[in-house]
Structures are given as C-alpha cells and as structure tokens.
C-alpha cells in the first residue's frame, strides 16, 4: 500500500510559477511510475505528466509540454511537478497517482492503483 500526499499548491497570477510536490509513504516509489494528473470543474481527469522509475523518462501533455517538468528523488521518496508559465486554463485540482504497471508511457487514470488527496492550484488572470 502507499499513501501520496500532493503539497505546493496555491493562487498565482498568470505567468507565475508553483512547484508541487507529492511524498510517499508506506512503499519505496522507485517501483512505481509516477503521473501528475488535473481535474477542472466539470472536465474529466486528465493526465499532464508522466515519469518513469529511474526518472529517464517522462511524458507531458501538450497543453503543458515546455512548461511542465516533472521530476522524481526516489531517496527521498517524492516528485515533484514545476509548473511555469501558468495560465488560467490550469486551474484545476491536481493529484499524483502511482502505477505498478511497467514505463509505457501510463496516461490513463484507470492504469494508477494509487491516489492523492488533491491540492488545488488557481492562476488568476
């Protein structure tokens, strides 16, 4: 079993910048992929980014591609997610999501066995 705790999030103005982090206890990360995923009000649950066990390798939306990067310390148990160049359309309530499943790149939600809480990031206009 593991437990997610997404952290960092926040109000910001367009343009701005939030790092979000995600710590994870009851099992080592370094098995799991790992992925950012969003929910806006009425919108499904996207994924924006993905990264592999050993960090090497990550998928991003392209709605975030070269502003997003997703990142992982597998010694301290944790990733994190920089997220530059906010704009309003990110508004959303972002959660990490851990999937045993091997790096192919998982962007569904069904493909996660296990969640986060959620921490809401708004980028005023």
């Known amino acids: 079993q593991v437990q997610l705790v997404e952290s960092g999030g926040g109000l910001v103005q367009a343009g701005g910048s939030l790092r979000l982090s995600c710590a994870a206890s009851?099992?080592?990360?370094?098995?799991?992929?790992m992925g950012w995923f969003r929910q806006a009000p009425g919108q499904e649950r996207e994924c924006v980014a993905a990264?592999?066990?050993?960090?090497?390798?990550?998928y991003y939306a392209e709605s975030v591609r070269g502003r997003f990067t997703a990142s992982r310390d597998n010694a301290k148990n944790t990733v994190y997610l920089q997220m530059n160049t906010l704009k309003p359309e990110d508004t959303a309530v972002y959660y990490c999501?851990?999937?045993?499943?091997?790096?192919?790149?998982?962007?569904?939600?069904?493909?996660?066995?296990?969640w986060g809480q959620g921490t809401q990031v708004t980028v005023s206009s």
């Open positions: 999501a851990a999937s045993r499943l091997p790096w192919q790149a998982v962007t569904k939600s069904y493909e996660y066995d296990y």
């Open positions: 009851g099992q080592t990360l370094s098995t799991n992929t």
């Open positions: 990264i592999n066990r050993s960090g090497s390798s990550t």
